[in-house]
């Protein structure tokens, strides 16, 4: 793990929690494969207020769920 992901696990003191799940590993977008935040995400959680913090955590969430509805997806199906 790069010291660009590596994050403070422990719930934020404005009390928005962290969402790394220790995974951390970037893909080839950037974004995490465990918490799918982007690495400017990942570097700037610290500096985020709450409003901030749960728009990176929704953009987290939509991202991580693309990123596994991918890898779910079966090759070659046939959308005829």
Excluded: F, H, Y
Excluded at 11 to 40: F, K, M, N, Q, Y
Excluded at 59 to 77: F, K, N, V, Y
Aim: glycine letters at 8%; charged letters at 25%.
């Amino acid at each position: 793990m790069s010291t660009d992901t590596a994050l403070d696990t422990a719930p934020a003191p404005s009390g928005v929690p962290s969402p790394c799940r220790s995974l951390c590993r970037l893909d080839e977008a950037d974004l995490c494969t465990g918490c799918g935040r982007s690495r400017d995400d990942i570097r700037g959680w610290k500096t985020m207020d709450d409003s901030e913090r749960l728009a990176c955590l929704a953009r987290a969430t939509l991202q991580r769920q693309a990123w596994e509805s991918l890898q779910a997806a079966p090759l070659g199906t046939n959308r005829g």
